[in-house]
């Protein structure tokens, strides 16, 4: 009896290793979805908004074509995602900037842009 629960025990403590071990290639292999929505809810328009790779070699991934009104909603396109992290710029019409760096796109699929 006892050397079937130590059995047990030790293909439960495999399992739990192969499982853990398993996780960081999860993590690795999570991908961005092929567009983001934007909503602008502030009340002044949004006139730019850019969505860029993080690092040394940052690459744009995804842009405003055009002013974005207040209360509206857009879906953007990312060419070419590569990782989960992103930075993100948007200019409102009033000057304001919107600054976001490290935004998680793999969880995140709608951006609410704020006061």
Do not use: W
């Not at 092929?34 to 850019?50: D, F, S």
């Not at 860029?52 to 857009?74: D, H, I, M, N, W």
């Amino acid at each position: 009896m006892r050397i079937q629960h130590v059995i047990s025990a030790g293909l439960i403590g495999a399992s739990a290793s192969l499982c853990l071990a398993a996780l960081p290639a999860l993590a690795q292999s999570a991908r961005p979805p092929g567009q983001i929505k934007i909503t602008n809810a502030r009340t002044v328009p949004l006139n730019t908004l850019e969505i860029a790779t993080t690092g040394e070699q940052a690459r744009l991934v995804a842009k405003l074509a055009k002013p974005l009104a207040p209360g509206k909603s857009v879906s953007l396109k990312l060419s070419k995602p590569a990782g989960c992290t992103y930075y993100i710029l948007g200019r409102f019409e009033d000057e304001v900037e919107s600054d976001n760096d490290g935004v998680d796109l793999c969880r995140e699929k709608t951006l609410r842009l704020t006061d």
